[in-house]
């Protein structure tokens, strides 16, 4: 069965992935349980949207000014701070930044509202925000309808509680016949093992103690168990916001659409089994 209803169209949408740059030095142990204190260079991974003419934002990325961030913020960095690599949507290309303003204000698709996610906080963007609707659509394996943004099933925004209120998955699909898809997962979970547990010790990875960043764990632990089913999906591709096995094996700026051909979901999972050898995850 295909995730999204064949009577909501089967257009495509083309998906492309940004590095904006990279989180501040991490311990494996604060992202999930487990005793390892391996540090995790965690990248935040944004995406290009594109629709006929027109060019979208999935999340813009971090601010360019990290350090005037708040001191709450500054208290997690461990003395080192993130590094912006490529800010949004400044470092976009000049036929895509025309595009972005003639979308007006569907051109940026905010995941969530925390501070990490919102781009140049110089660009006054609040009152500017358009709320998403209740949506409508039944998107097999997830637990809430999602919105048909354009309105063809090719791309669903659909709630994924847990992270923050208001949290939010994209699932884009990228090919029609037959039909694949990628899923845009946000801050769902901030590591792989979270939605790919390691099968040789939990059904499900568990968050770790150390760092409480989802405001409702037990909806979050739903949310992960929607995207593990849908990671097992062939048709459909699963990706984090700062999932660093897709950083090393995913080239950024060109179209992701052909992702099954390419074999890259199964590169990144190679990427992650690699590392499992050494140390398990969960």
């Given amino acids: 069965m295909t995730l999204v209803p064949p009577q909501n169209g089967r257009s495509t949408v083309r998906v492309s992935m940004i590095n904006n740059g990279f989180l501040t030095p991490s311990r494996k142990n604060q992202w999930i349980n487990t005793d390892e204190e391996e540090t995790v260079r965690m990248p935040v991974l944004c995406f290009l949207i594109e629709k006929d003419d027109r ?3 999935w999340d813009l990325g971090m601010r360019p000014d990290v350090e005037n961030v708040g001191m709450a913020t500054r208290q997690t960095w461990l003395g080192i701070p993130p590094m912006v690599r490529r800010p949004l949507p400044s470092s976009l290309p000049y036929a895509v930044l025309a595009s972005l303003r003639g979308a007006g204000t569907r051109s940026a ?5 925390l501070g990490k996610h919102v781009g140049n906080k110089e660009v006054s963007y609040l009152d500017r925000l358009e709320e998403l609707p209740f949506g409508d659509t039944v998107v097999l394996g997830m637990d809430h309808e999602g919105v048909d943004f354009f309105g063809d099933g090719s791309l669903m925004l659909v709630p994924a509680p847990g992270h923050c209120p208001g949290h939010t998955i994209a699932i884009a699909r990228v090919s029609a016949s037959p039909a694949s ?3 845009l997962a946000g801050d769902a979970g901030h590591n ?3 939605y790919d547990p390691c099968p040789c010790h939990h059904a499900i990875a568990t968050f770790s103690p150390l760092q ?3 405001q409702d764990p037990k909806a979050a632990t739903k949310t992960l168990e929607s995207l593990s089913r849908l990671h097992d999906r062939e048709d459909t ?3 984090l916001a700062h999932e660093y096995e897709v950083e090393k094996v995913v080239p950024e700026d060109i179209d992701l659409s052909d992702w099954q051909n390419k074999g890259w979901k199964d590169k990144v999972a190679e990427e ?5 050898k050494l140390s398990c995850y969960a």
């Fill in 55 to 57: 060019c979208y934002l």
């Fill in 109 to 113: 698709i905010l995941q969530d509202r």
């Fill in 181 to 183: 898809y990628i899923v």
């Fill in 192 to 194: 792989r093992a979270l």
């Fill in 212 to 214: 409480p960043i989802h």
């Fill in 237 to 239: 591709w699963v990706i």
């Fill in 272 to 276: 992650r089994a690699s590392a499992s």
